[in-house]
């Protein structure tokens, strides 16, 4: 029986182990359309610019051509839209994959 209540204790400590991966690789996933909509007035990291900046508001405009929709957003410290297709947006700053053999053998 003693097996059986360590079996247990591995089963439990699994799923946390688990839940903090999908965690890490959330915060390295950029942002989506549906979760720009509830993050007015929270600061982003904007990967282009290496910086972080608040989200001041979003809006969806119909194009002329195809009648696609086009997703924009403004950010406090500028006044102009960007497409937000183009914008590289995360909750944190995302970090970088690099292999240590890789630069290993670039360095050689």
Partial sequence: MPKKKKEEIKQNEDPKKAEEQTKENNTNQQLGWVQILLLL??????????????LNGYQSVLGNSNNQMFFEVTFTDSPYWENFIEKRLYLEIPKENTD?????????
């Fill in 41 to 54: 007035g929270k600061p982003l990291w904007d990967d282009e610019l290496k910086k972080w900046r608040v």
């Fill in 100 to 108: 240590e053999k890789s630069v290993k053998k670039v360095e050689k």
